[in-house]
């Protein structure tokens, strides 16, 4: 079993930016395609980006191309979302997600097994 925790949220003047981390328990991480989500007061749950368990191919939703970028440390057991340019509307409790060798659809939130405890990010204007 995988534990991950969520760390970096904050509170950011609009334009700015911020770092999310991910970190996740165990000596199989490199084998766990990584997905963040976000829900905001009232919404669904968002998905926002994901990365492969390879490492080689990238997923963003359309909202948020070109600002954020998902990376991973396999060294450090890490996950990262840099969120640049960032929105008001960007507002929103971001989730860390893992499932073992997934090749998608990435988006689906249910296909992932492990889930983050969520860390807030608000977005002043």
């Known amino acids: 079993q995988v534990q991950l925790v969520e760390s970096g949220g904050g509170l950011v003047q609009a334009g700015g930016s911020l770092r999310l981390s991910c970190a996740a328990s165990?000596?199989?991480?490199?084998?766990?395609?990584m997905g963040w989500f976000r829900q905001a007061p009232g919404k669904e749950r968002e998905f926002v980006a994901a990365?492969?368990?390879?490492?080689?191919?990238?997923y963003a939703t359309d909202s948020v191309k070109g600002r954020f970028t998902i990376s991973r440390d396999n060294a450090k057991n890490t996950v990262y979302l840099q969120m640049n340019s960032l929105k008001p509307e960007d507002t929103a409790v971001y989730y860390c997600?893992?499932?073992?060798?997934?090749?998608?659809?990435?988006?689906?939130?249910?296909?992932?097994?492990?889930w983050g405890q969520g860390t807030q990010v608000t977005v002043s204007s």
């Open positions: 165990g000596r199989t991480f490199s084998s766990y395609t």
């Open positions: 990365i492969s368990w390879s490492g080689g191919s990238t």
């Open positions: 997600a893992a499932e073992p060798y997934y090749t998608g659809p990435y988006y689906y939130a249910d296909r992932y097994g492990y």
